[in-house]
Each structure stands twice: as structure tokens, then as C-alpha cells.
């Protein structure tokens, strides 16, 4: 069994930074595609970033130039610095990978974690 859990999110302030970090954990062959995603009240979920496993990344634009990707795959971690947070990235922000276990490769997400920008 594969587990994604994510931590870092809270409440910040408008133009202040937030870093968030996922780790992955279970019975994993291989890690492909990580990235995070994020739903805001009464919006579909969409995506933020992904990074792939040649390193090569793809942001959203609204977050381009502000919120940076990382990935550790020694650490099967994936983290995202957000900075110059607005308040219209508040939102429930998901981890996401495709992890390989012997059965096959899988999409797996983590439970989520709210991130709050307002005064």
C-alpha cells in the first residue's frame, strides 16, 4: 500500500511564502510524475505544477514566476515553494504521483492541506 501525506500549509499573509512538502511511503518500485494540485470553495481542482521524472516542470500560469517545484526521489519527496502568495491561491492543495508497485503504475494523492492567504 502506497501512502502520499502533505504538510506545510497554515495561514499566511498576502505577499508572504508558504513552502509545502509531500513524502511518499509504502511498497514502491518506482516514483514517475509528481506534481500538486489545489480546489478552492465551489471550483473544480486544477492543477499547480508537476514535475516529471527527467525533472523537466509545467506550471499553471497564474502561478508561474511565484510558486517553484521540487522533487527529491532519494527522499520520495515533492515540495512547492510558494511565494508572493495571493489570496485567490487559497485553496486545498493535493499531492500527486504516479507510483509504480509490482502490480503496475498508479495514480496516488495525498489527503490535502488548506492554505489560507488573507489579512
Known amino acids: 500500500q502506497v501512502h502520499l501525506v502533505e504538510s506545510g500549509g497554515g495561514l499566511v499573509q498576502p505577499g508572504g511564502s508558504l513552502r509545502l512538502s509531500c513524502v511518499a511511503s509504502?511498497?514502491?518500485?518506482?516514483?514517475?510524475?509528481m506534481g500538486w494540485y489545489r480546489q478552492a470553495p465551489g471550483k473544480q481542482r486544477e492543477l499547480v505544477a508537476v514535475v516529471r521524472s527527467d525533472g523537466s516542470t509545467k506550471y499553471a500560469d497564474s502561478v508561474k514566476d511565484r510558486f517553484s517545484i521540487s522533487r527529491d526521489d532519494v527522499k520520495k519527496t515533492v515540495s512547492l515553494q510558494m511565494n508572493s502568495l495571493k489570496p485567490e491561491d487559497t485553496a486545498i492543495y493535493y499531492c500527486?504521483?504516479?507510483?509504480?508497485?509490482?502490480?503496475?503504475?498508479?495514480?496516488?494523492w495525498g489527503q490535502g492541506t488548506q492554505v489560507t492567504v488573507s489579512s
Open positions: 500527486q504521483a504516479v507510483i509504480g508497485v509490482a502490480a503496475g503504475s498508479y495514480d496516488h
Open positions: 509504502g511498497s514502491i518500485v518506482s516514483i514517475g510524475t
